[in-house]
């Protein structure tokens, strides 16, 4: 049983929409599911639906080909994912199942799985392999599964009418209705097509979720805004476009960071706002094109800030290295849709709460995390990971954070988000932030304040938190690199009942480490522990300061256990790795720590 203080943790910093929205969507969709008849003006595409006008059709694909860099990458990519489809091969998640017949009301894998399933992201490569080359297997078994889609999903039974896949869905059938429509000559099933797009905008019209708020409503008004163009329903467009720049002032921060602190979800919503206001300008009804554009650019600088040089992202709170939020194709839609920034890269990002670092010569490069969780009223994705960082040398991932592996039923759910699945520090085996659930989080780390100084060669960080359970604590940690390369982490603990403190550093799997036979397990305090790393021919030494002994962690199958050492990617893929943990007694106001130092 939950315990009700984890729950009024929680609750006490809802909004009232979440509050009075939640129970109303839940018995919404019990009554959809036990009485089918309530629903089926949504399900049932025989009667009239309105028209899309052939010059609509044209406008979207016209800047679908020409700004959508994101969409557009090489077909090549896709080729093994649409010979599977006409074998009945669906991977998602990287992880792969064979559906001969789909039952589009049962749920195969795991939610999020099925989600992917249900939001048709194939559709848009199919339909550009047979406008682009030719490739008609790959759309017929895309027209079919549509088809099998309309005439089983069921309002209330089906995955597939949750109002968030819905709303990836509708608009990409739109994309790819929009690529086909010209060289189709099957007029029932395009009829069929629009009618059923149609009709789920107008169910998601009816059932926005209002409840869940932040990155699930800009999908909503997304797709709800799209809609309103191509079938132009002026009353869909004009709440549509009201929600989206209220959503877009809300979600996104002063720095263009947004608000639930993922790069990942970041990315996503970058690419939402992006289409959204060039499908908006082609269409005429753009009133603030200076302050839009400007804003948007900053966007696309956070999210180049959180990029790797080797093209992947960082893997703060709930972020992953999906295939549709990979950064730099989006940067480019970007740059053709609003311009490109000129301004030099920023340092900090306050309001996002992101602190980087770059070399001159761009191959050494640190990002720390010094922000709040996430927005306060929906921390779904947000970890214990408060001064935690990323390290790159030459171009490559040195220290990483673990990322996320996967939501509901996922077995390392718990670990992604702990404390110790990050390169921060976990006082007497203690979380920073209460968390329970899939996505709750009651009571949160309270950030006190950060200052940052920087030139070319030297960089110094100082930021500190209070633990949500001793508000009598300091958390203060300071990252320094020094002229001659060398990176040094100092923690303290003020104030507080803290006796034991571990500090973690995740290496990359492609990254070794030895405790050097110099020293033993545990060493005096005027003795340093040490560990040696190799990646290639980078060689690094880690060196800790006023610490009683370290491990390297290895990972187990045990996900559960306290001991782990994993690096999640991208969803569904667990890499397992080398955690370093160096272990200190507590003093109130004595710095510990370590020094990294390239050899």
């Known amino acids: 049983m939950i315990d009700p203080l984890l729950i009024l943790g929680a609750i006490r910093h809802l909004r009232w929409e979440q509050l009075a929205y939640r129970p109303l969507r839940v018995a919404q969709y019990r009554i959809y599911g036990n009485w089918p008849r309530l629903a089926s003006q949504w399900t049932d595409v025989s009667g009239k639906s309105p028209t899309v006008a052939e010059e609509t059709v044209r406008t979207f694909r016209s800047v679908f080909e020409k700004l959508f860099v994101h969409l557009n990458t090489t077909l090549e990519e896709y080729d093994q994912r649409l010979i599977g489809l006409s074998e009945n091969r669906f991977t998602f998640l990287n992880r792969t199942l064979t559906l001969d017949r789909i039952d589009w009301n049962r749920r195969y894998e795991s939610h999020l799985w099925n989600y992917h399933l249900h939001y048709f992201n194939f559709a848009v490569p199919c339909a550009r392999a047979r406008v682009e080359r030719g ?19 069921r309002v209330g039974r089906s995955d597939g009418w949750d109002a968030y896949p819905l709303s990836l869905r509708v608009v990409n059938w739109i994309y790819a209705y929009a690529l086909v429509a010209g060289d189709c000559d099957d007029q029932r099933f395009l009829d069929r097509w629009s009618a059923s797009i149609y009709r789920q905008l107008d169910f998601l019209n009816r059932h926005l979720e209002f409840h869940l708020l932040a990155n699930h409503l800009l999908k909503n008004v997304k797709a709800l805004t799209l809609g309103g163009l191509f079938f132009n329903r002026r009353r869909w467009l004009a709440r549509g476009e009201r929600l989206l720049w209220r959503e877009f002032e809300e979600q996104f921060l002063p720095d263009g960071g947004h608000y639930e602190r993922s790069p990942m979800y970041h990315a996503q919503a970058a690419a939402d706002l992006l289409e959204c206001y060039a499908l908006l300008r082609a269409f005429g009804r753009v009133a603030r094109k200076e302050e839009i554009e400007s804003k948007l650019r900053a966007t696309a600088r956070f999210l180049d800030a959180m990029t790797c040089a080797d093209g992947t992202v960082a893997l703060f ?14 940067i480019k839609s970007a740059a053709r849709i609003a311009g490109r920034d000129e301004r030099p890269m920023p340092p900090v990002f306050p309001e996002t709460g992101y602190y980087v670092w770059t070399s001159r010569e761009g191959g050494e490069k640190i990002v720390v995390d010094a922000g709040p969780p996430s927005v306060d009223y929906n921390p779904a994705h947000a970890h214990c990971d408060l001064l935690s960082y990323e390290l790159s040398f030459d ?24 404390t ?31 200052e940052v100084e920087s030139n070319e060669d030297v960089w110094s960080f100082r930021g500190a938190y209070r633990p949500f359970y001793d508000r009598g604590m300091t958390h203060e940690r300071s990252v320094v690199r020094k002229a001659n390369g060398d990176w040094v982490i100092t923690d303290v603990a003020l104030g507080g009942s803290a006796t034991r403190a571990q500090s973690f550093i995740h290496l990359h799997p492609q990254v070794s480490a030895q405790v050097s036979a110099q020293v033993s397990a545990k060493a005096p305090d005027d003795e340093s522990l040490v560990v040696e790393c190799a990646s290639g021919s980078l060689l690094a030494r880690i060196e800790a300061f006023g610490a009683d002994g370290v491990s390297v962690i290895e990972a187990t199958e045990h996900p559960e256990q306290p001991a782990q050492s994993w690096y999640f990617p991208d969803f569904g893929v667990a890499c397992p790795t080398r955690t370093i943990c160096f272990n200190f007694s507590v003093k109130n106001g004595k710095a510990f720590g370590y020094r990294i130092s390239r050899q």
């Open 420 to 450: 110790r699945a990050h390169n921060t520090v976990m006082f007497d085996g203690r979380e920073q932030s209460e968390l329970w659930g899939v996505f709750r989080m009651a009571r949160r780390a309270e950030l006190i304040g950060v």
């Open 135 to 153: 490739d008609r297997k790959a759309w017929r078994s895309c027209q079919s599964l549509i088809e099998s889609w309309i005439e089983q999903a």
């Open 317 to 330: 709170n709930d972020s992953a290295n999906a295939e549709e939020t990979r950064p730099r194709p989006i």
């Open 395 to 418: 171009g490559k991932p040195f220290i990483v954070d673990s990322g996320v592996h996967g939501y509901g039923g996922d077995r390392f759910r718990e670990y992604a988000r702990s």
